[in-house]
């Protein structure tokens, strides 16, 4: 398990790579990378800031993948979650994750992000051509994390 909060980029290549070096019990490997959009809710974003708490948040995430692992084997985990102003296009965040089969590799994958929207403690502030403005979750977030509820 590796959780990692940055303001430099990442190479997801490689990343994915290192999920299953030198690991032959490894079936499967699930990644997600997340990007900046130029639009959110109808408007143009030019850049969007990510602010959080250090030792605070990667202790959130590192629990968050603590849940992942207690609901599926998983032999490997990495967490990156970048933070600092972001333009569009730039990566944002990448969760890969290795598994005996792609089920549980793509389900815990799906699990752990969906979490992150939702109870990860980052605040983001979008540029818009009418102001900056802070982002809630969404209402399709919250509901992504709630099928997951036992």
């Known amino acids: 398990m590796s959780v990692s909060v940055q303001q430099e980029?990442?190479?997801?290549?490689a990343e994915i790579a290192a999920?299953?070096?030198?690991?032959?019990?490894?079936g499967a490997v699930?990644?997600?990378v997340g990007l900046v959009r130029?639009?959110?809710?109808?408007?143009?974003?030019?850049?969007?800031t990510l602010e959080h708490y250090p030792g605070m948040t990667e202790r959130s995430l590192e629990?968050?993948?603590?849940?992942?692992?207690?609901?599926?084997?998983?032999?490997?985990?990495?967490?990156?979650?970048?933070?600092?102003?972001?333009?569009?296009?730039?990566?944002?965040?990448?969760?890969?994750v290795a598994g005996a089969h792609r089920g549980e590799?793509?389900?815990?994958c799906e699990f752990i992000m969906d979490y992150l929207k939702t109870q990860a403690p980052f605040w983001k502030l979008e540029e818009t051509p009418d102001g900056a403005r802070w982002?809630?979750?969404?209402?399709s977030d919250d509901s992504a994390a709630a099928r997951w509820e036992q």
């Open 9 to 13: 980029d990442f190479d997801a290549g």
């Open 19 to 26: 999920l299953s070096a030198g690991r032959r019990e490894v």
């Open 30 to 32: 699930a990644s997600f």
């Open 38 to 48: 130029d639009v959110s809710h109808g408007a143009h974003v030019g850049a969007m």
């Open 63 to 96: 629990e968050i993948v603590d849940q992942a692992r207690a609901r599926w084997t998983l032999y490997a985990v990495r967490v990156i979650h970048r933070f600092g102003r972001l333009e569009p296009g730039e990566q944002i965040v990448f969760v890969g």
């Open 105 to 108: 590799s793509f389900a815990a």
């Open 135 to 139: 982002v809630d979750a969404r209402e």
